[in-house]
């Protein structure tokens, strides 16, 4: 793919929220663009490291032994192995990079946020 992607248009394309949409590959990467809000199910990724980038509004990273808050403009590496749950008090749009395929409710026994992967906006 050679085409500018242009990530406000992208996510102007979709409403859900916790349905990650792909806008790109690098290598064996995707790039996702995802609306979130309220709280996401905990869940852990145990062959891979996951990395939110805040594009719009203020989000909190949930973990065992404390939160991390992201304001826009800021990022985050969630270590492969480390429990999780994504929080928005209101609508966050983020950037998600990790290894096509990655199930977005990684271990997670509540499917009900599970995500369909490779859908592509």
């Given at each position: 793919?050679?085409?500018?992607?242009?990530?406000?248009?992208?996510?102007?394309?979709?409403?859900?929220?916790?349905?990650?949409?792909?806008?790109?590959?690098?290598?064996?990467?995707?790039?996702?663009?995802?609306?979130?809000?309220?709280?996401?199910?905990?869940?852990?990724?145990?062959?891979?490291?996951?990395?939110?980038?805040?594009?719009?509004?203020?989000?909190?990273?949930?973990?065992?032994?404390?939160?991390?808050?992201?304001?826009a403009g800021e990022l985050y590496v969630v270590p492969r192995g480390v429990e999780h749950q994504p929080y928005a008090e209101d609508e966050c749009h983020v950037l998600l990079i990790e290894p096509r395929g990655v199930?977005?409710?990684?271990?997670?026994?509540?499917?009900?946020?599970?995500?369909?992967?490779?859908?592509?906006?």
């Amino acid at each position: 793919m050679n085409d500018v992607v242009n990530l406000a248009e992208k996510l102007a394309q979709f409403s859900e929220h916790w349905s990650p949409r792909v806008v790109a590959e690098l290598n064996d990467y995707q790039l996702k663009v995802v609306k979130l809000q309220n709280s996401f199910v905990w869940h852990k990724h145990d062959d891979t490291d996951e990395l939110f980038l805040v594009l719009q509004g203020a989000m909190s990273i949930r973990l065992r032994d404390g939160d991390v808050s992201l304001q826009a403009g800021e990022l985050y590496v969630v270590p492969r192995g480390v429990e999780h749950q994504p929080y928005a008090e209101d609508e966050c749009h983020v950037l998600l990079i990790e290894p096509r395929g990655v199930v977005n409710t990684g271990d997670a026994e509540d499917t009900r946020l599970r995500a369909d992967n490779d859908r592509w906006i």
